[in-house]
């Protein structure tokens, strides 16, 4: 009671007929062997309705083309830090100077005012040395006029 027969498996279904005759599967077996890649080329023209090589060839120049601008904008950002640099430098550079000249200027100001201090000690009054730093600024601005007009002339 407990064991069921066993039933092989359903067969499969037929093969549908060809539509062709012998000769015309021969000759179209032939087609396909002997030119295979523009028989497949010609049916995926007919299903696309576009050649691929020149889908293919588009698509070489555009993205030759996104390249390019790509390049381009990478040099233009390459020139720009490399100007925003150069400014950097420059900018340094002066600053460095100024601040020399500052200070060969301030230490040119403590020896004056070291000298005058030291020459102010045989003095009696500090009037004496509020005349000669009017004097001394005489002296510079003559001076400076002098230095224009040779640069001038």
Excluded at 2 to 20: C, E, F, I, N, T
Excluded at 86 to 105: E, P, R, S, Y
């Amino acid at each position: 009671m407990g064991k069921k027969r066993w039933v092989p498996p359903p067969s499969a279904p037929a093969k549908p007929r060809h539509d062709l005759t012998c000769e015309e599967y021969v000759r179209h077996h032939k087609e396909s062997r002997d030119k295979p890649r523009s028989a497949t080329l010609a049916k995926w023209e007919e299903s696309h309705g576009q050649d691929p090589e020149q889908s293919k060839s588009e698509h070489k120049r555009v993205s030759k083309e996104e390249k390019q601008i790509l390049k381009e904008a990478k040099k233009a950002a390459k020139i720009a830090s490399r100007a925003s640099e150069a400014a950097d430098k420059k900018d340094k550079k002066k600053q460095k100077k100024n601040d020399k000249k500052n200070k060969k200027k301030e230490k040119a100001k403590k020896k004056k005012k070291k000298r005058k201090s030291d020459s102010s000690i045989g003095s009696s009054s500090e009037s004496d040395d509020s005349d000669s730093d009017s004097s001394d600024d005489e002296a510079t601005k003559k001076r400076r006029k002098f230095e224009k007009a040779a640069k001038t002339a």
